[in-house]
């Protein structure tokens, strides 16, 4: 079976030169070459044929490539470990062939190591998956991939694995009631939904494989599956449930019932500075606890911020984020929403944590001013005035409101306000943010300025009536998926999921 396919830039062992090459990685190890994509699926005679069991892989950064290294690789009919380097087209498919690779090396080694054969690890048997588990866990390890999501509960042949004590039982939208539409796109709907069995309320994200696969947005599912999984914050939205249903992919995340901020604001027209110093509060305690764990944001906007029923900030949509990124640590992928883009992403500059503290400059901006700092239709001409132009304000704007959005919306990173290695702490000191206590605000010990006035666990009157009055039903899929489509969707074997209480970074540090 095809794990995945596609073209990759394999530098020459002798003559040093980067060559095209249409590589194959197949469920038994197997990693074909190919100067050609082969045609109607004949992988018969390849130009590089080689095994990655047991190897090591680890990415080297350079201005011009994104290569990743191949250690103890093996040519097939030789006993010789060999080192070969490769170069993907953008971080994301480096990401992907990478992770591939180490998923099929960690399990052909455990399968070895435990004497079970290579499909069978699916067994049931307790005694199967302890012995796999331990062996998982080991070599997991080495390789380089996260431990923290097996259990002794299930690993299965797929590589998903689950936290629920039942971790036989699979999940399907025929386990969720709908009620009412609540948000759409091109890529599916979210209904907000009770779960039969308990009949808790969440908000299902309903996404088709086919849309995800055809827009090219797989590794920005990815990234938010695995930033849900691992993420537990009180103003991050939650994940309950991630499962496949057919040709959909569905997130089951907490309900937040207030709607999104953006819908506020536009009732409003301005926040007081006292009600967006709570809103910004909230967003900064997030965002620090997501640069704390390697995880930049990256797609800050009014439309990514929820309320709760009980008027706190749900920060959601975690599709655009970058994991492993510390202080010294930077990307250069250019992504974002047009209006919050920071200098440095659009000048396409190397780029970290900083990029979240000028897209919170902004928001705020929008909040206590009405408008945004930066603002054309023609996205060449705002692009020149987020370099250029200076920020202006409006004169009920008091001077330390002034001083922290100046700060925010300095357009050298490195001096920006929360750009340095004390990161949050910079932003938690600014004098917009005297006399707050961090940790109680964490602890929901602030009350919030509004909260939403709902009339039941039901009623969704924040959010806009064009879903809300449409009836809660699923859009057919178009046609099947076709071969090639079906080999992409191998992707989404590892996406399904279920929390247990709470996640791995489950401590909220005290950012005080």
Not at 172 to 182: A, E, N, T
Not at 235 to 248: N, T, V
Not at 335 to 362: F, H, K, M
Request: one cysteine or more; charged letters at 25%; a neutral charge.
């Amino acid at each position: 079976m095809i794990v995945r396919e596609g073209w990759l830039l394999k530098r020459g062992e002798h003559i040093k030169n980067w060559r095209a090459r249409y590589f194959v990685l197949k469920d038994d190890g197997a990693f074909l070459g190919f100067k050609a994509k082969p045609n109607d699926g004949n992988y018969t005679y390849p130009t590089n044929k080689f095994t990655v069991r047991g190897c090591h892989i680890h990415k080297v950064d350079t201005p011009t490539h994104f290569i990743f290294v191949i250690r103890g690789l093996r040519e097939c009919f030789s006993e010789n470990d060999i080192e070969r380097n490769f170069s993907a087209g953008n971080n994301h498919d480096r990401d992907d062939w990478c992770n591939a690779i180490a998923e099929i090396a960690l399990r052909l080694e455990a399968n070895a190591a435990s004497g079970v054969e290579p499909m069978s690890i699916a067994d049931d048997s307790a005694s199967n998956n302890t012995s796999t588990q331990s062996i998982y866990l080991q070599q997991a390890s080495r390789l380089g991939l996260p431990t923290n999501n097996l259990t002794t509960t299930n690993i299965n042949n797929t590589g998903a694995h689950s936290r629920r004590g039942n971790a036989n039982k699979k999940m399907s939208l025929d386990d969720f009631l709908p009620i009412k539409l609540i948000g759409r796109g091109s890529w599916g709907k979210v209904m907000l939904s009770r779960e039969k069995s308990t009949q808790r309320l969440y908000a299902i994200k309903v996404l088709k494989k086919q849309m995800i696969i055809s827009q090219d947005e797989v590794g920005h599912t990815l990234t938010e599956s695995r930033v849900l999984r691992v993420t537990n914050h009180p103003f991050l939205i939650a994940l309950k449930y991630s499962f496949r249903d057919g040709e959909r992919l569905c997130f089951v995340m907490e309900y937040a019932g207030g709607g999104e901020l953006f819908y506020h604001l536009s009732q409003e027209r301005i926040f007081t500075e006292d009600k967006t110093r709570f809103y910004a509060a909230e967003i900064v305690s997030a965002l620090g606890y997501l640069h704390e764990n390697e995880i930049i944001y990256r797609d800050l906007k009014l439309e990514n911020l929820l309320l709760d029923r009980d008027g706190h900030i749900k920060i959601a949509d975690f599709g655009l984020c970058k994991d492993n990124i510390t202080y010294n640590d930077t990307t250069r992928t250019f992504c974002g929403t047009p209006e919050y883009l920071s200098p440095e992403v659009i000048e396409d500059n190397q780029y970290g944590r900083a990029v979240d503290w000028w897209g919170l400059g902004v928001l705020l901006y929008e909040m206590m001013c009405g408008s945004l700092p930066f603002n054309n239709r023609s996205h060449d001409l705002l692009f020149q005035e987020i370099l250029v132009k200076q920020v202006t304000f409006p004169p009920t704007l008091t001077t330390m409101a002034k001083s922290f959005l100046n700060g925010l919306l300095i357009k050298d990173p490195a001096k920006r306000l929360g750009g340095g290695p004390d990161d949050v702490k910079e932003i938690q000191h600014h004098s917009f943010f005297l006399g707050l206590n961090w940790q109680d605000l964490v602890e929901k010990k602030i009350p919030p300025p509004f909260v939403p006035q709902v009339t039941s666990d039901t009623d969704t009157r924040y959010f806009d009536r064009q879903f809300t009055a449409e009836p809660p039903n699923l859009t057919p899929i178009d046609r099947p998926m076709d071969h090639t489509s079906e080999v992409d969707a191998s992707y989404f074997n590892q996406f399904s999921f279920t929390a247990a209480g709470c996640s791995v970074l489950s401590q909220v540090h005290n950012l005080s």
